[in-house]
């Protein structure tokens, strides 16, 4: 068995991270099938496909299929820490952010179901 200092792994991660980005890998986010007025959807890890709407959140690409794109505009992604927590997605009127300019500025918002998340 190996083992690795805290340091070490930061690197490692720092490294794996610097590698995938230089090869174009971002995050995929994609409608799901919902019946309810939620808005699901999944993320992975995947390459810019024709036709996607790429977004650049401080050098992570993020891409987005056409109806993808269509569905989440104005949404915002978020984080949560909390034991139920994970990605979400959320409206900018549920994630604070006024205007239109501002949410269109900030790329995406709304309710997101991570419990289908891929990452």
Avoid: W
């Amino acid at each position: 068995m190996i083992s690795a200092s805290d340091k070490a792994v930061q690197k490692l991660q720092q490294e794996l991270l610097n590698t995938c980005f230089k090869q174009g890998i971002g995050f995929r986010i994609f409608a799901n099938a919902n019946k309810s007025s939620r808005a699901a959807f999944s993320m992975k890890l995947g390459r810019h496909q024709e036709g996607d709407t790429v977004i650049d959140l401080s050098g992570i690409k993020v891409f987005l299929d056409p109806s993808s794109a269509v569905k989440f505009m104005g949404y915002r992604i978020d984080y949560h820490d909390d034991p139920d927590g994970g990605f979400s997605l959320k409206t900018m009127q549920e994630a604070g952010i006024r205007g239109v300019e501002n949410a269109r500025a900030a790329g995406l918002g709304g309710k997101g179901d991570n419990r289908n998340r891929a990452c």
